[in-house]
C-alpha cells in the first residue's frame, strides 16, 4: 500500500514538473504575423495550430486540418472541430483566412512566412478553407506546417497546446486542454545567450535540457543522456569569384578538418545539397585548376563565431600547402548579412538552416531566393524547376547536376545537434529539432 | 562643451542610421524590472563605498588587500557565483548578478574614492579624528554627484557580463541586443540616457 502511494506521489509530482530550458536570444513578443526567428518559431508552435504539421520522420500529418482533398491547382483543407483559442474563442475558418492575408498584404510580415504563401489563393470554403497556388502541391503541405493560425485581428492569439505567460526574462508555457493532450505541465524558458552558463546550467541541473557547445571531450553529468540530432542546417561558403575557389575549398574540407575536430557538433559536409534531404552527394563537375587564380583569398564569416573561425583557421593551413594565403576576415554578423544581401563580397562563410523539404534548396537558385547572394542564373532553370512535382523524382538530379556545373555556393559543415536531457523526460528528436515536429512536446512524458 | 555636444549628436545619428541588417524580429519590451533592481543595486555600491571610504580614508588606496581584490576580473565573479551557487537553491538570477557585481565593482569604486579624497596630514589628522571625519564628509559630498554620473554608465554596462552567464535580461543586455537586432530608435533611446548623464555630469563639473 505504503509502496503504490510513494508511487503515485511520485508520478503525480512529476506530471507537474516544468521542463526548464533556455532562449538564446529573446524571442520579442508572440506574433504569428510578424514573428520571426529560432526562439519566435519555438514559441509559436507551442502556442499555435499550423493546418498541417510534419512528424518526425519529415512527412506531412494532420493538425489543424483532419483532413485534406486534392483540388484543380490546390487543396481544401477541412478543419478539425472544436478547436479553440488560448482566450477561448472557438477557431473559425475565417480566422485562417486572416491570417493567411495579413501575412501577404503587411509589409512587415515575416519574410519566409510571405515566401510560403506567394502567390497562393485562399478562400473559406464551408467548414474548411481551399487553397491554390502553383506550387508544387506536395511542397504547399509541407510549408503551410510553418504557419500557425492566429485569432483574427489577435496576432498574438494562438491556439496551440501551451499558453504562454511572459514576465521580465521568463517565458512560461503552461498545458491547455488540447487535441494533441500534451503529456507535460508546461516550459520554463529563461534567457541564457552564454554557451558556458548553459553547460553550468545543465551541470547543476537547472535546466531540463540545453545544447552542448561544440567542444570535444564533454560529457553528460549525472542524471542526464545525450541525443544526436542530425539537422538541415549546414555552413556555407557563397562566391562571388565564380565556382574555381569552390573547387579547391571542396578538396580542402575533406583534408583540412581531423576527426572529432568539433567534437560530434559538426562534420565536413560530403556534397553541394544537404544530405539530410535526402540528395546523394555530388560534386563539382570539373578538376581544380593547377594554378590558382589569386594568391590570396579573403573569407569573410560572422564575428563570434567560434566554429566558423576554427574551420576557417583549419582551411587555412591546408590552402597555405597549396600556396594560397587564405584570409578570414570577421565581420560583425549585422553587416556580414547587409553585404551578402548586398552581393559586396567575394567569399561569404554563414551558417544556414534549410527548411525540411527539398525544395528548400531553390533558394540558392531563385531569382532573389533567400540565399541566392551571388545572383545565381541559369537559362534551363525555370524549365526544370517546373518539373519538381515529387521529392526524388528524375529533374532534381538533373537540376543538382545543372547547379554542380556552376554552383555559387558550397556547403562546408553538416551540423549534427547535441543535446542533453533529463534521464526522466522522454522526447522525441527529429531533424527539425525537438519543438518544430507534431505532435513534438505534446508528447514528451516524465517517467519515474 | 560644444564639441562634446556635437560628437553626441553625431553618436545619436549613427545609432539612427547603423549599417547592417538583422534578419531577425523586433525584441521584447524594455525590462523595467531588472533596470530599477539593478539602479538600486547601484545604489546600493554608492552607499556602501561612501562608508567604507569615510571610514578608513585615503590610505584605504595605497593597500595591497584592494589591489589583489581589484585585479579579480568580472568574469570570474560571474563564473564562481555560477559554481558556487547551491544547486538545490535552483537557478541564481539576479541575486547571484548583485552579488557578483558587488564584489566586481567595490574595490575600483573604493579606489577611486580613496584615491581623490585630499591628503589628511599633517592637517586635518593633527587636530584630531573629529576633524579628520568632518574633512571626509565634505569632501565626499562635493564628489558624489560627479562620481555617480561619471561611473554610472560604466557599472550598467558593466553588468553585460554577469547578466549572459546568469541568464538575467536586464538593462546592459538589453543595449547590446537592440545593436545586434538593429533596433534603430531603441539604440538612440540609449544614447541619448548616455548624452544626458554626460550633461549632467559637465554641469556639475562647472
Known amino acids: ?448 | 562643451m560644444s564639441k562634446g555636444l556635437g560628437v553626441w549628436a553625431l553618436a545619436l545619428l549613427l545609432g539612427v542610421l547603423i549599417p547592417g541588417t538583422s534578419r531577425g524580429h523586433a525584441l521584447g519590451p524594455f525590462p523595467w524590472l531588472v533596470t530599477a533592481l539593478t539602479l538600486g543595486l547601484c545604489l546600493a555600491l554608492a552607499a556602501t563605498t561612501l562608508f567604507l571610504v569615510e571610514r578608513l580614508g585615503p590610505v584605504l588606496a595605497a593597500r595591497p588587500p584592494l589591489a589583489l581584490w581589484e585585479a579579480i576580473p568580472d568574469l570570474l565573479w560571474g563564473a564562481l557565483a555560477l559554481v558556487c551557487w547551491p544547486a538545490a537553491w535552483g537557478p541564481p538570477g539576479f541575486p547571484a548578478l548583485a552579488l557578483a557585481f558587488l564584489l566586481a565593482a567595490l574595490p575600483g569604486e573604493l579606489r577611486w574614492l580613496a584615491q581623490t579624497l585630499p591628503r589628511e596630514s599633517p592637517f586635518p589628522a593633527a587636530w584630531g579624528p573629529r576633524a579628520i571625519r568632518i574633512s571626509r564628509r565634505l569632501a565626499l559630498r562635493s564628489l558624489l554627484p560627479r562620481w555617480l554620473l561619471a561611473r554610472l554608465p560604466l557599472w550598467i554596462t558593466a553588468t553585460l557580463i554577469l547578466e549572459r552567464m546568469l541568464g538575467v535580461r536586464g538593462p546592459s543586455s538589453d543595449w547590446m541586443m537592440r545593436l545586434a537586432f538593429r533596433d534603430h530608435w531603441g539604440v538612440a533611446c540609449w544614447i541619448l540616457g548616455f548624452a544626458l548623464l554626460w550633461v549632467l555630469l559637465q554641469r556639475e563639473g562647472a
Open chain 1, 1 to 448: 500500500m505504503r509502496l503504490m502511494v510513494f508511487l503515485m506521489a511520485t508520478c503525480l509530482s512529476l506530471a507537474a514538473q516544468m521542463v526548464q530550458e533556455s532562449f538564446a536570444v529573446d524571442p520579442g513578443p508572440l506574433d504569428f504575423i510578424r514573428g520571426d526567428g529560432q526562439e519566435q518559431i519555438i514559441l509559436q508552435m507551442l502556442t499555435g495550430d499550423a493546418l498541417t504539421g510534419v512528424s518526425a520522420s519529415g512527412q506531412p500529418v494532420a493538425r489543424l486540418a483532419l483532413d485534406w482533398k486534392k483540388r484543380p491547382g490546390g487543396w481544401c483543407f477541412t478543419l478539425r472541430p472544436g478547436v479553440r483559442f488560448a482566450d477561448g474563442t472557438p477557431l473559425t475558418p475565417e480566422d485562417v483566412v486572416w491570417t493567411f492575408r495579413e501575412i501577404q498584404n503587411c509589409p512587415r510580415a515575416s519574410l519566409s512566412k510571405r515566401t510560403y504563401l506567394a502567390e497562393v489563393r485562399i478562400t473559406a470554403e464551408g467548414d474548411g478553407v481551399r487553397l491554390e497556388t502553383p506550387k508544387p502541391l506536395s511542397r504547399l503541405l509541407l510549408e503551410l506546417a510553418r504557419l500557425p493560425v492566429a485569432r483574427r485581428q489577435h496576432p498574438g492569439v494562438g491556439s496551440g497546446p501551451f499558453a504562454l505567460e511572459t514576465q521580465g526574462g521568463t517565458w512560461t508555457l503552461r498545458a491547455r486542454p488540447h487535441f494533441l493532450r500534451p503529456r507535460i505541465a508546461g516550459f520554463h524558458f529563461r534567457l541564457i545567450p552564454d554557451g558556458q552558463a548553459i553547460l553550468q546550467n545543465l551541470r547543476k541541473g537547472w535546466l531540463t535540457l540545453g545544447t552542448v557547445p561544440p567542444r570535444p571531450g564533454l560529457n553528460p553529468p549525472p542524471g542526464y543522456r545525450e541525443i544526436h540530432q542530425p539537422t538541415h542546417a549546414q555552413l556555407l561558403l557563397f562566391s562571388r569569384l565564380g565556382s574555381a575557389p569552390l573547387k579547391h575549398f571542396e578538396v580542402w574540407r575533406r583534408e583540412a578538418i581531423p576527426d572529432n575536430f568539433f567534437g560530434a557538433q559538426a562534420r565536413p559536409s560530403g556534397g553541394l545539397w544537404p544530405e539530410s534531404l535526402g540528395f546523394p552527394p555530388c560534386a563539382i563537375q570539373g578538376a581544380p585548376g593547377r594554378g590558382l587564380p589569386s594568391p590570396r583569398w579573403e573569407v569573410c564569416y560572422a564575428a563570434g563565431d567560434e566554429l566558423a573561425g576554427r574551420l576557417l583557421l583549419a582551411l587555412r593551413e591546408r590552402a597555405r600547402q597549396d600556396g594560397t594565403d587564405l584570409v578570414p576576415v570577421p565581420v560583425e554578423p549585422g553587416l556580414l548579412l547587409e553585404r551578402l544581401v548586398r552581393g559586396g563580397f567575394g567569399l561569404a562563410c554563414a551558417m544556414n538552416l534549410f527548411e525540411p523539404h527539398p525544395w528548400s534548396v531553390l533558394d540558392y537558385m531563385e531569382p532573389g531566393g533567400a540565399l541566392n547572394f551571388c545572383r545565381w542564373q541559369h537559362p534551363r532553370y525555370r524549365e526544370l524547376a517546373g518539373q519538381l512535382k515529387e521529392p526524388g523524382s528524375p529533374p532534381w538530379a538533373q537540376l543538382q547536376a545543372l547547379w554542380a556545373s556552376q554552383p555559387g555556393a558550397l556547403p562546408l559543415l553538416d551540423f549534427t545537434s547535441v543535446i542533453w536531457v533529463d534521464r526522466r523526460l522522454e522526447v522525441i528528436p527529429s531533424a527539425l529539432g525537438l519543438y518544430l515536429t507534431t505532435p513534438g512536446p505534446s508528447a514528451w512524458i516524465w517517467t519515474p
